[in-house]
């Protein structure tokens, strides 16, 4: 809550301050829903073969600030950030009389990011946008895991930050004309880096690499704001 209210103070400066005389070009101020999965990461080798884990798919809000660049038409740099969303893991089997059990490990996933975009007005109300984001991501494995038949019981407690770009491509639709016009819309997200895992370790230690590597790659958004 408390980074909640960090951002929503920042959007409203930056609205007061948009409303000034020196202001010039479009603003606008969002917020969204995001629908994203921690990608899919090895916990365990038995036998030879591997053992696969991932985190349910999360959902989490957050706010955004797009303001045209003096000088330019619908060019605009945009920043914001998203709270914290959380799922779990969710492997409880036995494999060769080994059952591992991560149904309890939560992985918490948040950013904030800094852009550009280029918006089109294709109609009336209607505009697409292709967005560059530099984001700064954190994300957080931690809670107990139970192995039995073999080692590797113990608490997962990892916590890591990175930094990425990421390619949106966004479409919306305004209603009515003014100062102040409320919109609605979609928007689709990829990263093409992505860590890769390069080592099993115990289900119980989770290292900041294989962190790295449950980030998602992927998000889909719905947002709602104002244009002025």
């Known amino acids: 809550m408390k980074t909640l209210t960090t951002l929503a103070a920042a959007l409203v400066a930056c609205t007061l301050a948009a409303q000034s005389p020196a202001a010039q070009g479009e603003k606008r101020a969002q917020i969204f829903g995001e629908f994203s999965r921690p990608k899919q990461v090895t916990i365990a080798q038995i036998n030879g073969g591997d053992v ?18 003096p000088g330019t038409t619908n060019w605009y740099f945009e920043f914001g950030g998203k709270l914290e969303s959380s799922s779990k893991l969710g492997f409880d089997k036995a494999v060769s009389g080994v059952t591992i059990n991560t149904s309890k ?3 918490r996933y948040s950013y904030w990011e800094v852009g ?6 294709l109609a009336p109300g ?10 700064s991501e954190t994300i957080d ?8 038949g073999s080692e590797g019981s113990g608490n997962v407690s990892q916590r890591t930050s990175m930094v990425r770009p990421w390619i949106r491509l966004s479409g919306d639709f305004s209603f009515g ?16 880096i992505q860590t890769s895992q390069t080592q099993v370790v115990a289900p119980s230690y989770i290292d900041e690499r294989t962190s790295k590597a449950m980030a998602p790659q992927f998000g ?6 104002l244009k002025f």
Request: hydrophobic share 45%; glycine share 14%.
């Open 52 to 69: 696969k884990d991932q985190a349910d798919n999360q959902m989490g809000l957050g706010l955004r600030f797009l303001g045209e660049m």
């Open 105 to 107: 490990v939560s992985v």
């Open 116 to 121: 550009g975009a280029y918006l089109w007005d």
């Open 126 to 135: 209607f505009s697409l946008g292709a967005h560059l984001d530099l984001r």
């Open 141 to 148: 494995a931690s809670g107990p895991v139970v192995v039995t």
């Open 177 to 192: 004309k003014g100062s102040l016009a409320p919109y609605i819309g979609l928007d689709v997200a990829y990263t093409p």
């Open 220 to 225: 889909a958004t719905v947002y709602f704001g």
